[in-house]
Each structure stands twice: as C-alpha cells, then as structure tokens.
C-alpha cells in the first residue's frame, strides 16, 4: 500500500494530523491505518505513538477514567465541577424510580462514545423502558442521569490549555409540507456536503437513531418551514451540526475544563458540557480523551483555530 493510500484511510482528526507532521518536516510513518495508529518522532529524536488522536504522552489511567462517564463524574465532584445527579443502574426498577424523581432524564451505557446507546429527554416509562433496552444494547452497566436543559458544549483543552469551543446542536430536517419526515432525512443525506469520510463536520442523519428518537412520528409530513429535531444525542456523528463557540464560553466553564485535563494529565481532551446561557450555568457530562480536532478547525461549521499545529507542537516538543 502506497503513503498515499495509507493515508487516505486515516480516521480524518489523524489525517489531518498527519497532514500537519508532513507540513511541519516532522518524521511520521502510519504503521496501521486501519486503526489509525501513527509513530512520530519529536524534537529530541524520541520516537512516540500516536493512536487517534491521543499521544502516549497523556496519562494512561486518565484515559481509562475519561472512558467511564461513572469514573469521571467521581473525579469532577471531587473538583468542585458542578455534574447532573445520576445513578448507575442494575436493573429497570432504580431506573424507574430515578424518573419519577426527576421527571425528564438521560440514559446512557457507561462506557461508549459518538452518542451510541444514548437516550436524551426521556418522561414516561414506555420511553425509559425502550431506552434502557437500547443502552443495554451497548453496555451491561447503565447510567440514568438528570436531563439538564441547555447548549451541548465542546471545549478542546490542549496541552492543559483551554484552544476552542463548538456548540453542538441535534440533527434537524425542514418541513416542506408535503415530504414525510423520513423522506427528508433522505433527501437531507443526499446533499454533498454531508460525508462521513471527508474533512467535513457535517455528516449523514442516523435513520436509525431518528426512527428510535421520533417512533411512529417518523412518517408524518412536516409543515412548511418548521424544523423537526430528528435524533436525541446532539453528536456529529448522528448528523448533528457544529458551531463556533470558543468567544462564547465563560470563564469558570474554561477554568473547569483546563482543570480537569490537567488533573487526569490528558494532552488532548474534549470538556462536554451543557450550558445553561440564560442564567450562566453549566454542568460537565463527560470528558472525551480521543476528541475529533478537525472540527475545530471546520469551514463547513465556520470554526476556525490553530488547534491542529497548536496540538503538534505540544506532541514534538
């Protein structure tokens, strides 16, 4: 297989990564790019790995406890970072009672990412009952949490530093009065700008996240010029939509999201957050230690920052 080819089947955060070690005359060989896993050299002659996104320079018992929701809520409420009330469940009776404490909560499999096995603003039993199902699905251990109202917020931390900030809102279609919702997820998905393998924020509505989100009301006919939120999970990878927040966020959101990376010694993470603007509060859902970094450097989401030669030269130096 050619460098080119190689390259090309890169996961794009480490594409562009590449990119930049090549643009920068840093020696970097791909040694697996199923796996998008890299081998890079930094100013010193010492030879590092690179796998995803995250370094061999970040802490390793960090990783694994960003990869719990469960373990990173402990470490955030030890820090004084304000979390959502949650419980881990061991059967659909806690979960049950969680709700009818909380009225509108969130389930989700404790270990997972890109929005696989979530469930957002569930108030009935039925809903709680078909989502537990779901989450079960991906993990045997799950979490109820207290659905917060909110932006879902994403703060890339850099080498303990706070670089940039995305809002990130759920998939939506627009009603044209005579097309189904489904049928518009469809012609939605058409549109070119939508690639699940391009340097591009925007990519294809999950139909099956929405029949699981909308149930029956999948099929109904959206009026004209109304926007239907189509998916629970406000993720990317669901086909959710990324907006330039980095001169929005406050001061304590960053304060937090720089103190926890630095406390689980993660040279690259992405803060979650949901963030109330209306009274300026903000609660801290789950800390990703592998984050996608091109987002934050996206035209097609009008983000623009030097995330990516930022993030190079803290991994060579």
């Not at 995803?52 to 990173?72: E, L, P």
């Amino acid at each position: 297989m050619s460098d080119t080819e190689a390259r090309n089947q890169l996961k794009v955060s480490t594409r562009v990564l590449y990119d930049e070690f090549i643009r920068q005359n840093i020696v970097v060989d791909i040694l697996d790019s199923s796996s998008s896993l890299l081998e890079y050299t930094n100013k010193s002659g010492t030879k590092h790995f690179l796998f995803s996104t995250c370094s061999d320079k970040s802490s390793a018992t960090g990783m694994i406890i960003a990869s719990s929701k469960v373990r990173t809520t402990v470490v955030a409420q030890r820090m004084n970072i304000p979390t959502p009330d949650q419980i881990i469940c061991r059967d659909i009776r806690e979960a049950r009672k969680f709700l009818s404490n909380h009225r509108q909560i969130v389930v989700k499999p404790v270990l997972g990412s890109g929005g696989a096995g979530v469930s957002t603003n569930i108030k009935t039993i039925e809903e709680l009952d078909r989502s537990y199902t779901y989450a079960k699905s991906h993990s045997n251990t799950i979490v109820v949490q207290q659905h917060i109202i909110g932006d879902d917020v994403r703060l890339l931390v850099v080498g303990g530093v706070f670089r940039s900030a995305v809002i990130r809102q759920p998939a939506y279609v627009v009603g044209d009065g005579i097309l189904s919702i489904e049928e518009l997820i469809s012609a939605t998905n058409a549109d070119s700008s939508r690639n699940d393998d391009s340097k591009s924020s925007l990519m294809h509505i999950s139909a099956s996240a929405a029949r699981r989100y909308l149930g029956d009301e999948v099929h109904a006919v959206a009026a004209s010029g109304t926007k239907t939120r189509v998916v629970g999970p406000a993720n990317v990878s669901l086909g959710g939509s990324l907006h330039q927040a980095t001169h929005l966020v406050s001061a304590e959101m960053i304060k937090h999201a720089e103190a926890i990376s630095k406390k689980l010694g993660l040279g690259i993470c992405g803060v979650d957050m949901i963030w109330n603007r209306t009274v300026n509060s903000h609660y801290l859902i789950e800390v990703n230690a592998t984050p996608g970094i091109d987002i934050h450097d996206d035209p097609f989401s009008g983000t623009s920052s030097d995330v990516v030669q930022e993030y190079v030269q803290w991994l060579i130096n």
